[in-house]
Structure formats: structure tokens, C-alpha cells
DNA sequence: ACCTGAACACCGTTCAAGT
DNA sequence: ACCTGAACACCGTTCAAGT
């Protein structure tokens, strides 16, 4: 019996930026991105913290890498949406491909938070881009319009939007818990919610459904780019 | 010549939360939100770094305190904006408001960012949208329609969007710069950005008008609103 | 060529101790 | 009541050294 080969240590495969960043994206994946530090990822890939950087610059390097393998993804899910024949046709490829990739980025509900934190432009993501405006272009508009639409999108183009707060306090209770001093400063706010609680009792927890309310903002900015369309 | 008194030191006006949180807000402005570390925020106000949680939980809680400051500017500058008295008046109202509380952001360019990453709400947020629903309830709006609206509008109801990439490159070069293969790829944003060079040769650098672009999104989104308070 | 151990500078935070 | 010194755990990163 060999002690080398009991001891049982695989053949490690060995190390590169793709492994690690794929790494990366797995211990944001399973702890958030505040749990991917460098020596976190160097046990997941069975090294030590200091051997990343043979194959990555930086921690900031990983952070452009995982978005890059984030948007990448995106990009498969947009290109496997099929065009429509009928209807619409480029407002409904467009709001097709953009429900698709934020399918992808519900599985990452770290990554929208390091999208916006970027510096750098990811490749995949200006490809995710430029698929968009192909579908306008197809559609008519002026490179001009489609300029200030990918400005007027922003990252809902992506399929995110970053919530600042939750009307009805995500998960907590609403009116209710709150001080009535406080109430009396934010009559509208109260007054919304009274209308809910008497509406529908049961759903003070967990009102807003953010698929919907991503839809509705989305069709908003949709139909008006249409209508742009349609007067010019 | 008493030594104490040649000692020169002033007696320190005493620390509160409200110095610490406004020294915060100092910091940030000078150095960005990265060069606000508890020790650089201690030198700030004449202290050692500990002496600071004596007036603060921790540094969440100075995060969310300066939210709260800036959130409070944002409300005087709304307040000061006066009502309309003819035309679309909500719709004038709240896009004065949001471009006050816009100027206002301005000012603190790293704002947005920790905007985005608080998970508690701030009062003067929630005071901020109450406002803006009580423009849009003059204004005839359902509760219901608000609350989509708040959601549609998101972080540009408190006057930022958090750009992804600037088409044209925020101050790089745009297409002389991209390698080759990498153009080949991107077919639609190698057309905008060849028409845009050839319309005006010298607009290549700096060529998005954040501002214009702001109205352009929120227009867009108050002009679909305008439409639904319309039809209903 | 690829990986590692030891070390450094710098975080946020605790705790016992000073006035 | 308010402030501080020393210390701890944990970061990202460098560098000289191993195979």
C-alpha cells in the first residue's frame, strides 16, 4: 500500500483564469459576493490565495472576469429566445431577449449589484448591447433614438432594475410597524398601504411582485420608444 | 507662558452622531466613498477611530446615516422647487422635483452607489417618495398606478441612473480604439458610433450628454404615465 | 511554468482601561 | 459620560523561494 497513493490527493486539473473565474462565480453563487474573498477562492479551486495571481491581476480583475462570464451567459439565453414573425416585431424580440437575460441573473442575485460597480466595459456585454440595437435597427429607428433608448433602459436593458426601497418594506411589515410619529410625516405612504390592507388583508408581507413591476416599467419605456418610432 | 496654554489645542467641540455623519458626508465628497475608512473618518474629527462607536453602531450604520443626510438635502431642494400653477402639473411638478433632487446628487458623486447598497430605508427617502405621490394624487392618479410608477421610475425618482457603460466610451476613444475582431462583432455600435464621427468629427470624447440623456429616460417614463392618467 | 510560505499594510471591531 | 491604546481577526497583495 503506497503512501502517495493513499493519501488519495487527485491529480489536480490544473489551474487558469477561466477556472477560477468560474470558481469566483460559484462562491457568489452559494454565500454572495461578499463571501468571495481571495483565499475563499483558492480553497475552492484547492490552492492557496496567492496562486490566483498567476492566472487573474487582481481581485478587481475577477470582479470584471465574473461579469464578463455573467454576461456571456446572458448573451446564450438572448440568442436562444426566437425572433416573432408577427406583431411588433422589434418590440417584441427586444422585451423577449431582456426577460431572458434577467432569467439568467435571477440565478445571481449578486451580479447586478457588480455590473454597476464595473469600471471596465465587458465585451459580452457590449455584444448584449449590440444585439439590441439590432433588433431597433431592423425595427427603423435612428441610430440617434436607439442612443438615448439604451440611456433610457440602462441596466433594465440587462433585465435588472436595483430597488432603493420596497414600498411595502420587503418582508416586514408595513403600516403597521410603523411609529406613528412617522406615519404622520408620510400621509401618501400610509394612505397607499391602508387602501391595500383593506383591498386584500392577507398581503401586507411580500406586495410587490417584482417580475410584474419589472414588466410594467419595462412596456412603459417599450411602447414609448414605439411611439417615437410610429411619428417619425 | 503657561504650557498648557501654548499647547494650542482648542477645546474640541464634542462629538455627536450628527458631527460624525456630516464629516462622513466630508470625506466621501473629497476622497470618494472608498477613502471613508473609520480611521480616516477619526482623523476627520480630531478623534482616534474608537471613540467613533461611542456615537455610531458601526460603519453600516454611518453608511446608512449619510443616506440619510443627503436624503435630506434632496428634500429641501424639492421643497424649494415651487408648484406650477398651469400645464401638466403634476407631471412639471415632479420633473422639477427630480431634477432638484438630481442637482443635488450631483454634488456627491458617490452617493448613488451607496444609495443602491443600503438594505435599510431611510426616513427621509420614504418622505422623499411620499411627496412625489402626493403630486401624482392631485394629479388623479389611482394608488395602484403610484405604486407601479415608483417602481418604474426607481432610483431616477431621486434624480440618478446608474450607467452600465457609456456607449461611446466615458472619455476613451471609441471605435479607432476596439481591435478589429472585435468590431466585427459589434456591427451596430461600430455603425452609431461611424455616423456619429462623420456628422461631427469632434464629438467622439465625451459625446453622452448625461443630463440630456437623464430627461430623455424620465420624460419617456413621465409622458407614458401622462398617457395611462388619460385614458383612466 | 506554475505554485507556495511568510510577511506587510490596512481594514472593522472588541475590550479593558483611562479621565 | 465620553474617549483611548492595545489587540484581534481578516482583508488584498508582494516577494523571494520552492518544484
Redesign the interface.
Known amino acids: 500500500m503506497g503512501v502517495r497513493v493513499e493519501r488519495g490527493v487527485a491529480p489536480r486539473t490544473p489551474l487558469s483564469r477561466e477556472r477560477v473565474l468560474r470558481a469566483a462565480v460559484s462562491v457568489a453563487d452559494a454565500g454572495g459576493i461578499e463571501s468571495l474573498t481571495m483565499r475563499r477562492l483558492a480553497d475552492e479551486v484547492g490552492a492557496e490565495a496567492m496562486s490566483l495571481y498567476y492566472h487573474v491581476a487582481n481581485k478587481e480583475d475577477i470582479l470584471d472576469g465574473i461579469v464578463d462570464v455573467i454576461a456571456a451567459e446572458i448573451n446564450e439565453a438572448a440568442e436562444r429566445v426566437r425572433r416573432p414573425a408577427k406583431g411588433n416585431r422589434w418590440k417584441n424580440a427586444a422585451r423577449a431577449r431582456i426577460l431572458a437575460a434577467r432569467e439568467v441573473l435571477l440565478l445571481h442575485p449578486w451580479a447586478p449589484?457588480v455590473?454597476?460597480?464595473?469600471t471596465a466595459?465587458?465585451?459580452a456585454?457590449?455584444?448584449y448591447?449590440?444585439g439590441l440595437?439590432?433588433l431597433m435597427?431592423e425595427g427603423g429607428f435612428s441610430?440617434d433614438v436607439?442612443?438615448?433608448a439604451?440611456?433610457?433602459?440602462?441596466?433594465r436593458a440587462?433585465g435588472f432594475?436595483?430597488?432603493?426601497?420596497t414600498?411595502a418594506?420587503g418582508g416586514g411589515g408595513p403600516a403597521a410597524e410603523m411609529p406613528a410619529e412617522?406615519a404622520e410625516?408620510?400621509?401618501?405612504?400610509v394612505?397607499?398601504m391602508s387602501?391595500?390592507a383593506h383591498d386584500d388583508p392577507d398581503s401586507t408581507l411580500g406586495w410587490?411582485d417584482d417580475q410584474a413591476?419589472?414588466e410594467?416599467?419595462l412596456d412603459?419605456?417599450l411602447?414609448?420608444?414605439e411611439r417615437m418610432r410610429r411619428q417619425a
Open positions: 449589484a455590473f454597476e460597480s464595473r466595459i465587458s465585451p456585454v457590449l455584444r448591447y449590440d440595437m439590432g435597427r441610430y436607439i442612443h438615448h439604451l440611456h433610457a433602459l440602462g441596466s440587462l432594475t436595483q430597488e432603493l426601497f414600498p418594506g412617522m410625516a408620510l400621509p401618501n405612504l394612505g397607499m387602501e391595500i410587490c413591476e419589472f410594467f416599467g412603459l419605456l411602447d414609448g420608444l
